[in-house]
């Protein structure tokens, strides 16, 4: 267990639709990473936050969003979502310091119907 | 950006048999990762090893970064091994963003 938890484990909805996966990192640590990982992109880097403010950005699309509050859970919100969203979504903390090792969390598998 | 490239892309052993991972990478690197993904899609840490050799149990890792690679090494393999196993680097420059490779996947069989 990394201390790193994720909410929900399985979503299905249908495309054209909103949802929000949740993260709640390990106790301390002050960065949120995004990732996701399909069948035909591999894993790939979304975005982070550390300490509530957007840090660095990867290839996330338009439709996506995230955020990070003060209690330091994170939320990553798909719209308009697309057959092609189906992926499973990891969210990563990583404590204060140089460098960082990042912790995975057991992700969120989503299914666009 | 850099580039991780991972092999063998596929690897079957039988069980007790040692293996060697390879990870190459085409830039300066200060973060370098091993992980395990296993049948439940779970990433599991093996190794933080930017440069240097580490072991852990009937595991090790040694990444020469002057040269731009990191190998890690199984031994005495077990069917609990199976799985894939990542490398994902960070650039130089404290950018926070892990670049994953492709992968291996191992198969243990009995």
């Known amino acids: 267990d990394s201390g790193v938890t994720q909410t929900p484990k399985h979503l299905i909805t249908a495309t054209g639709q909103r949802v929000t996966l949740r993260c709640s990192p390990r106790s301390g640590d002050l960065s949120v990473y995004w990732y996701q990982q399909s069948l035909d992109q591999g894993l790939q880097f979304l975005i982070q936050?550390?300490?509530?403010?957007?840090?660095a950005k990867g290839n996330i699309l338009e439709r996506f969003s995230a955020q990070q509050f003060p209690d330091l859970h994170s939320e990553l919100n798909l719209s308009s979502l697309e057959l092609g969203d189906s992926a499973l979504y990891f969210c990563a903390s990583s404590p204060q310091g140089f460098p960082y090792e990042q912790y995975f969390g057991p992700g969120t598998r989503l299914t666009v119907t | 950006g850099i580039q991780v490239e991972q092999s063998p892309p596929d690897l079957i052993l039988q069980e007790g048999a040692n293996s060697t991972l390879r990870c190459n990478f085409s830039d300066s690197v200060n973060n370098l990762q091993w992980f395990h993904q296993n049948p439940w899609g779970q990433l599991i840490n093996l190794f933080y090893i930017p440069s240097g050799t580490k072991q852990n149990g009937r595991l090790s890792a040694t990444t020469v970064a002057t040269e731009r690679y990191s190998l890690l090494y199984i031994s005495s393999s077990q069917t609990t091994d199976s799985g894939v196993y990542f490398c994902a680097v960070e650039r130089s420059g404290n950018t926070g963003k892990l670049i994953f490779g492709q992968g291996t996947t191992l198969q243990v069989k009995p």
């Open positions: 936050y550390y300490n509530g403010e957007e840090r």
